[in-house]
């Protein structure tokens, strides 16, 4: 029986899938023919779980868990010498080198550094254009079609000026040429590993022979999330299977502008033996009711409740916070207020999130040292955070400058590092070490050597700044010391080599900097897991010389343009208590639950605003819009111009916020807090779509 079961979350559609997998190893079938798909890590880790509570099988092995994604990079490379020279690799005979988003921003940047100036009239910055660039690219490849339609797909929806139309063609091109320079080294990026997966390996007669024979028992979970090129794997495999379920969250498609296609997922019912819906009560649960409601008031507002009755009479568990705030400061610290009433009354930290369209540096500062008189943690979840915007990752950047022999000769021959860089550097290394101290040593530290971090022995210089930081700071100096000179023996260490062993050997010893502090080691960590990879990236294309990687990775970390985030903030978690706080699609990506969400900035038009993108469109260059134009060209309509119009705009706002209110209700247990001022933190007046629904529904 092949299942197709849809549903609201928490309906027990996962919970499902879990137990029909036990069910599946209890009754014998091998796990290797098991294969259990999710739209993200934690997701799939919720298999994991249920095979770690289940009882003892007897079977040997395990069944197949992971994400779509990771699938897809497996089998390409497994069946790299089948479909590579189709593909069009030079040398399908070599090894492909898989790089990540960071290693592909830095090659595309090679190829864009000299036409920067022929996209000067867009007015983007570098990280934007570049991350622009590879969303077409991506786009196109989980949409299934080529870098060659991108142009002509992103003009025929543009009606505005047709200089933009020359901009298009300018992306294309450097797309096209991106894809050459990975076909000629080696190399397989995002894009290109997905194109090869839809258009050449599901293609191949004997990889679909392969799937028939490995995947007999299949699991789909949130099948609405994935790209459509995974709905042709998963139909590949559904048309040979055994027992299949498919799952789909209803409202779901969060993960649309990273190329996710609901109404894609939904033609796999087709070839499915039955369609079931999953039903929770909502009687039961109030919040979900509320989400419904608005969600309705969004979609009809000439229909909805009039206003004027009192709030809270309706919906008991809803609640108006700081609704006469003026200021955006005074919003934050309603919130703060109510989270630490919530805690004192037992409520556990965890179970709080705090929630907003956007989650800026301030933000997270201001709740932080709102909460830190009650002894509360914020846990803050940002994957669009660049890592160097991160203190300690700024303060590691400092101290390579200072210490690794690569980059320490270039800052010889360069100004060297400031006064300000390094006093930011040693409040980082050293623990209990405060600005006005760490400019104390600073200035000292300049004084006797610019641009170093030497000994001092002016006395004055420690009374000042603390004797009980002397013997650390002279530990930390004398490491660095010793690695400079390292340059002349000629055994220089990779960038993130030294990283690790600067962590290991001082700044995780009793007294230094990350020693007690566990979120700013989870930082040291993902550095140095991106310079890994980013070194061995370029090593294996043997683009640059192994003495410029060092100074390259630095260059471009420090301009924004490497951004990735490398470990997921949600694997990172350690189960620490703490409110989470992380903007809306985070929170529905990252399969989140609360009992008690407080949203913040209500008023803003971020809710449901997408981020103004020059160069790409998510819906354009979707299959659906190609599927719509399909559509009007078998009805004779061929001279169609298939426009993004303001009104196109204006519903997929009205859509994307509806599927936003029910999917962020549903995750919700007990209580809502509903938060906003009259002035946003820019301090502009702002009145969204969902300022005025809420208006109606309460």
Same mark, same amino acid.
């Given at each position: ?5 849809? &549903?609201? @979350? *928490?309906? !027990?559609?996962?919970?499902? +899938? %879990?137990? /029909?997998? =036990? ?5 014998? #079938? ?30 040997? &092995?395990? @069944? *197949?868990? !992971?994400?779509?994604?990771? +699938? %897809?990079? /497996?089998? =390409? ?5 089948? #479909? ?24 595309l940047n090679r190829i864009v550094e000299p036409r920067i100036t022929d996209f000067d ?179 009809a507002p000439a229909e909805a409740p009039s206003a004027g009755r009192a709030a809270g ?285 407080i949203w913040l900035d209500v008023n803003a038009s971020g809710w449901y605003d997408r ?88």
């Amino acid at each position: 029986m092949k299942v197709y079961l849809h &549903g609201p @979350p *928490r309906s !027990g559609k996962t919970a499902r +899938l %879990a137990a /029909q997998m =036990v069910e599946w190893l209890n009754r014998g #079938v091998r796990p290797d023919h098991i294969l259990a798909l999710s739209a993200s890590r934690p997701q799939a880790g919720r298999f994991r779980e249920a095979l770690g509570r289940a009882a003892a099988t007897g079977s040997t &092995g395990q @069944p *197949r868990i !992971g994400t779509f994604y990771g +699938l %897809a990079q /497996q089998h =390409v490379g497994l069946f790299f010498p089948l #479909v590579g020279q189709a593909a069009g690799f030079a040398d399908p005979r070599r090894e492909p080198a898989f790089i990540d988003v960071e290693a592909a921003q830095y090659f595309l940047n090679r190829i864009v550094e000299p036409r920067i100036t022929d996209f000067d009239e867009l007015r983007l910055t570098r990280p934007r254009l570049l991350g622009q660039l590879l969303d077409n690219a991506h786009k196109a490849a989980l949409a299934g079609f080529g870098l060659d339609e991108i142009a002509a797909r992103l003009s025929a929806a543009w009606s505005g000026d047709p200089r933009r139309l020359k901009a298009y063609q300018r992306a294309q091109d450097i797309a096209l040429e991106f894809r050459r320079f990975c076909l000629d080294r080696g190399a397989l990026d995002f894009s290109l590993q997905h194109d090869m997966f839809a258009r050449h390996l599901l293609q191949e007669t004997a990889y679909r022979k392969f799937i028939a024979g490995q995947c007999r028992y299949l699991l789909i979970d949130n099948v609405e999330e994935l790209p459509p090129i995974a709905h042709d794997f998963v139909r590949l495999a559904l048309s040979g299977c055994d027992e299949a379920i498919v799952v789909e969250d209803d409202p779901g498609g969060f993960r649309l502008f990273l190329g996710a296609d609901p109404a894609s997922a939904r033609r796999l019912r087709t070839v499915c033996d039955t369609v079931e819906e999953a039903v929770a009560p909502i009687q039961d649960r109030p919040i979900a009711m509320f989400g419904r409601t608005l969600a309705a008031v969004v979609a009809a507002p000439a229909e909805a409740p009039s206003a004027g009755r009192a709030a809270g009479s309706r919906w008991p568990r809803v609640t108006l916070l700081a609704s006469k705030s003026k200021f955006w400061v005074s919003m934050v610290q309603a919130a703060a207020d109510q989270i630490i009433a919530l805690t004192g009354q037992g409520m556990p930290a965890s179970a709080i999130a705090v929630l907003a369209p956007y989650v800026e540096d301030v933000l997270r500062f201001e709740l932080e040292e709102r909460l830190r008189g009650a002894g509360l943690r914020v846990r803050a979840v940002r994957p669009s955070r660049p890592l160097y915007d991160h203190p300690v990752a700024r303060g590691l950047v400092t101290l390579a400058r200072l210490g690794h022999p690569d980059l320490a000769a270039a800052e010889t021959r360069a100004a060297g590092v400031s006064t300000h860089e390094i006093a930011r550097a040693l409040t980082v290394a050293l623990a209990g070490l405060d600005p006005a101290r760490a400019k104390v040593l600073a200035d000292g530290a300049q004084r006797v050597e610019a641009g170093r971090l030497p000994m001092i022995s002016d006395k004055g210089v420690w009374d000042r700044a603390g004797m009980r930081f002397r013997e650390r700071y002279e530990a930390l100096s004398g490491w660095l010391s010793t690695w400079r000179m390292a340059e002349s023996t000629g055994s220089t260490p990779p960038l993130d080599v030294w990283w690790q062993t600067l962590f290991a050997e001082i700044l995780s010893q009793p007294g230094f900097g990350l020693a007690a502090d566990g979120d700013g080691a989870n930082v040291a960590d993902k550095l140095v897991r991106s310079a890994r990879v980013f070194r061995e990236a370029l090593q294996a294309t043997g683009v640059a010389p192994a003495q410029s990687i060092a100074a390259d990775y630095v260059g471009l970390l420090s301009e924004g343009v490497l951004a990735a985030q490398y470990a997921p903030e949600r694997e990172s978690e350690t189960g620490e208590d703490g409110v989470l706080l992380a903007p809306v699609y985070t929170y529905l990506t990252g399969d989140y639950r609360s009992q008690v969400q407080i949203w913040l900035d209500v008023n803003a038009s971020g809710w449901y605003d997408r981020i103004h993108q020059a160069l790409t469109h998510p819906y354009v260059l979707s299959r659906s819009w190609q599927a719509m134009q399909a559509r009007f060209e078998a009805e004779g309509q061929a001279d169609v111009a298939m426009q993004w119009s303001e009104e196109d705009e204006h519903r997929a706002r009205q859509d994307m916020l509806r599927r936003v209110i029910v999917g962020l209700c549903d995750r919700c247990g007990d209580r809502l807090y509903l938060a906003s001022s009259q002035l946003g933190l820019s301090g502009q007046e702002e009145a969204g779509a969902l300022a005025r629904a809420l208006q109606r529904a309460l």
